[in-house]
């Protein structure tokens, strides 16, 4: 099984900057980013990121422009840079890879923290 870990999580200003990494603990070149996902206590988990089955990353509204997923296969991790960043952009971070291909390989982080002040 892939082990993922998401990190880089902190406290922040309105309008600061974060990376967001989310190592696996074995090679991720076979593996597509599925999601990532942020969720604040009471709240419904929101999936604001995703890669479709064409390989093109899709942005939900809520952080196009601003957030932007990348990769190094060499290191097996997964960034995810996130700029502008508002108090609602507050929550736990999670990453999620799989195979499009193959739904029984899918593995799950236990997330980040981000806390962006006003």
């Known amino acids: 099984q892939v082990q993922l870990a998401e990190s880089g999580g902190g406290l922040v200003q309105a309008g600061g900057s974060l990376r967001l990494s989310c190592a696996a603990s074995e090679s991720i070149f076979g593996l597509n980013v599925l999601g990532w996902y942020r969720q604040v206590p009471e709240k419904q988990r929101e999936l604001f990121a995703t890669?479709?089955?064409?390989?093109?990353?899709n942005y939900a509204d809520s952080v196009q422009g601003r957030f932007t997923l990348s990769r190094d296969n060499g290191k097996n991790t997964v960034y995810l840079q996130m700029n502008s960043l508002k108090p609602e952009d507050t929550g736990v971070y999670y990453c999620n890879l799989g195979d499009l291909r193959v739904p029984q390989r899918e593995y799950w982080g236990q997330g980040t923290l981000v806390t962006v002040s006003s």
């Open positions: 890669v479709n089955r064409g390989g093109m990353t």
